[in-house]
């Protein structure tokens, strides 16, 4: 299979069935993201426990981009202690801006997204639920 196929596919079966995805409710950790110039909007709990995430939900409505990532962001970090969590974001980010260092850091299925970057005003997207995620951690973690 290629990697575009796989990119594709990837993609368009977390845009249909988003992992963890659901109405949130009002609490300390709930943070959103935007992105005007495509509409995308998420809104993301999470609850961490003995520095490890438990538990995590998003709701919003996106591009098969953004949603894809999202779902795939909740899936790679539920169970994770919140520096591991840390780790990951870099290095999702490291993957779609090119700037950074990656090695040593296994993304899985996140792996498929690293297509995106070839796709400037997309990178917006597949980040907007890691710019959420930031926001939620940020809230709950001092
Ligand atoms: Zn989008």
Redesign the pocket.
């Known amino acids: 299979m290629s990697v575009e196929s796989l990119y594709r596919d990837v993609v368009m079966r977390h845009f249909k069935k988003p992992s963890h995805h659901g109405p949130v409710s009002e609490s300390e950790s709930l943070a959103s993201a935007e992105?005007p110039?495509?509409?995308?909007h998420m809104r993301l709990t999470l609850t961490v426990e003995e520095g490890r995430i438990t538990d995590i939900r998003f709701e919003g409505k996106?591009?098969a981009?953004?949603m894809a990532s999202c779902s795939l962001m909740t899936e790679a970090v539920l169970g994770k202690d919140v520096g591991e969590v840390r780790e990951l974001i870099d290095a999702f980010e490291g993957m779609l801006k090119g700037d950074a260092e990656v090695e040593g850091v296994d993304l899985g299925d996140l792996a498929a997204l690293q297509g995106v970057k070839r796709y400037p005003l997309?990178i917006?997207?597949a980040l907007?639920g890691w710019e959420a995620l930031r926001g939620a951690l940020e809230k709950t973690s001092t």
């Open positions: 992105n110039t495509c509409g995308d996106g591009c981009i953004s997309r917006k997207c907007l």
